[in-house]
């Protein structure tokens, strides 16, 4: 009997019990579809975070300055961080001083308590933040101090509604300050405490603001992703040269951070579809069973084959095949149940979807793996199947 034979009879096999077949199948639909949602998951989880990482800017080197214990203040004044820049014009691209705190904003009756970002003009290239309307802030604005400010989505839809912010007065901390522009939105639903939450003013104008000279905290952007380790060698170097310890500063860039992440989530990804993959071991032990009754019932029809010439090699392998065709028709709707599902569970917990292409390795491992656990647990009934004594076989009732 030749293998596209062992290929028919296995399907007529399957045909003939329907629900048997199915269930089955069950364990190994089961697990392969949760092998390829939880990975997916944690593909699209990485992805968003990758996203989000990447969007807070191009090459960013963040720097951060203990204040230390009570009474000190340890702070970088802006000429020494520029001047790192301009010793080290190769690797550095932009450098800003960064001026955080929350404010209350009022614009006629209506207010909101923010997030206020005092910076440079450097600012939006380095955290890629453009503008939808009016302009962004200059050089100018910066060195003379000027009451200007910039506003995010939220604030906008806060304050404004649907009227145009751009030459509006607001008032910050009770302080006058006219709207020069609208930074484009960072999400499609801009909401409280997220990135479209914030004002933009000058550095300049932000530590008269809030009454405090001290900058703790710079942002760096590298000429390129092949110069970030030059560009964070030479801030470290400076710092510790300046403290004389690395206790009192952190430097961080997003390359370091996203490995690390990367790296994590690759983890995960390993973890969950282990998990998962145990769900198809037990359904490959639900297949083993259903074929050492299926030998059961049909014991005098591997009897009447053997007497007829029938090999043991013959039986063994048409065994195996109806086993390896169950595991790899569960497979396949396995695969199906979990790309759809996986791409519907994204689109609900707002993730992007992961492309196909991505999908490709766990979905083409997923089959295998069902194939094998087909194979595999298989092999004992269909080892059974072809040792049977045709004589026995024949008088079995």
Same mark, same amino acid.
């Given at each position: 009997m030749n293998i596209f034979m062992s290929f028919k009879m296995a399907i007529s096999s399957i045909l003939s019990s329907k629900v048997r077949s199915f269930l089955?199948?069950?364990?190994?639909?089961?697990?392969?579809?949760?092998?390829?949602?939880?990975?997916?998951?944690?593909?699209?989880?990485?992805?968003?975070?990758?996203?989000?990482?990447?969007?807070?800017?191009?090459?960013?080197?963040?720097?951060?300055?203990s204040r230390g214990g009570w009474g000190m203040t340890r702070s970088v004044s802006v000429d020494e961080i520029e001047k790192i820049a301009e010793e080290n014009e190769d690797s550095i691209e932009y450098i800003t001083p960064i001026v955080n705190s929350r404010g209350t904003v009022k614009y006629g009756n209506s207010n909101v308590s923010t997030t206020l970002y005092g910076v440079n003009e450097h600012y939006g290239k380095i955290r890629n933040r453009e503008i939808s309307e009016g302009r962004f802030l200059t050089e100018a604005d910066v060195t003379d101090r000027k009451s200007v400010v910039l506003i995010g989505e939220y604030v906008r839809s806060q304050l404004f509604g649907a009227q145009d912010p751009v030459g509006q007065e607001i008032k910050i901390n009770n302080e006058v300050f006219t709207v020069?522009?609208?930074?484009?939105?960072?999400?499609?639903?801009?909401?409280?405490?997220?990135e479209d939450d914030v004002i933009i003013i000058p550095y300049?104008?932000?530590?008269?603001?809030?009454?405090?000279?001290?900058?703790?905290?710079?942002?760096?952007?590298?000429?390129?992703?092949?110069?970030?380790?030059?560009?964070?060698?030479?801030?470290?170097?400076?710092?510790?040269?300046?403290f004389k310890?690395?206790?009192?500063?952190?430097?961080?860039?997003?390359?370091?951070?996203?490995?690390?992440?990367?790296?994590?989530l690759s983890v995960m990804t390993l973890l969950m579809a282990g998990i998962a993959g145990i769900s198809l071991v037990v359904g490959g032990i639900g297949i083993m069973n259903i074929m050492l009754v299926t030998v059961t019932?049909?014991?005098?029809?591997?009897?009447?084959?053997?007497?007829?010439g029938a090999k043991t090699g013959t039986i063994l392998v048409q065994f195996l095949i109806e086993s390896a065709v169950v595991s790899c028709l569960g497979g396949v709707v396995g695969i199906v149940l979990g790309v759809v599902g996986s791409h519907f569970m994204?689109? &609900?917990?707002?993730?992007?979807?992961? %492309?196909?292409? =991505?999908?490709?390795?766990?979905?083409?491992?997923?089959? $295998?793996?069902?194939?094998?656990? &087909?194979?595999?647990?298989?092999?004992? %009934?269909?080892? =059974?199947?072809?040792?049977?004594?045709?004589?026995?076989? $024949?008088r079995f009732e």
């Amino acid at each position: 009997m030749n293998i596209f034979m062992s290929f028919k009879m296995a399907i007529s096999s399957i045909l003939s019990s329907k629900v048997r077949s199915f269930l089955t199948m069950l364990g190994i639909i089961i697990g392969v579809a949760a092998v390829i949602i939880l990975v997916n998951m944690v593909t699209a989880a990485t992805l968003n975070m990758r996203s989000q990482l990447e969007g807070m800017g191009t090459n960013l080197i963040n720097v951060s300055i203990s204040r230390g214990g009570w009474g000190m203040t340890r702070s970088v004044s802006v000429d020494e961080i520029e001047k790192i820049a301009e010793e080290n014009e190769d690797s550095i691209e932009y450098i800003t001083p960064i001026v955080n705190s929350r404010g209350t904003v009022k614009y006629g009756n209506s207010n909101v308590s923010t997030t206020l970002y005092g910076v440079n003009e450097h600012y939006g290239k380095i955290r890629n933040r453009e503008i939808s309307e009016g302009r962004f802030l200059t050089e100018a604005d910066v060195t003379d101090r000027k009451s200007v400010v910039l506003i995010g989505e939220y604030v906008r839809s806060q304050l404004f509604g649907a009227q145009d912010p751009v030459g509006q007065e607001i008032k910050i901390n009770n302080e006058v300050f006219t709207v020069i522009g609208l930074l484009e939105a960072k999400s499609s639903n801009a909401s409280q405490g997220g990135e479209d939450d914030v004002i933009i003013i000058p550095y300049s104008r932000a530590t008269r603001l809030i009454r405090n000279a001290n900058i703790n905290s710079f942002a760096v952007s590298a000429k390129s992703a092949d110069t970030m380790t030059a560009a964070t060698s030479a801030i470290e170097t400076f710092l510790y040269r300046k403290f004389k310890s690395d206790d009192y500063y952190t430097v961080t860039n997003l390359a370091a951070t996203i490995d690390i992440i990367d790296d994590a989530l690759s983890v995960m990804t390993l973890l969950m579809a282990g998990i998962a993959g145990i769900s198809l071991v037990v359904g490959g032990i639900g297949i083993m069973n259903i074929m050492l009754v299926t030998v059961t019932e049909r014991t005098r029809e591997i009897g009447i084959r053997k007497a007829i010439g029938a090999k043991t090699g013959t039986i063994l392998v048409q065994f195996l095949i109806e086993s390896a065709v169950v595991s790899c028709l569960g497979g396949v709707v396995g695969i199906v149940l979990g790309v759809v599902g996986s791409h519907f569970m994204c689109v &609900g917990l707002g993730m992007p979807a992961v %492309p196909l292409a =991505k999908q490709t390795t766990v979905i083409v491992g997923s089959f $295998l793996f069902s194939a094998a656990i &087909g194979i595999f647990f298989g092999l004992y %009934p269909a080892r =059974k199947a072809a040792k049977l004594n045709p004589i026995e076989a $024949l008088r079995f009732e």
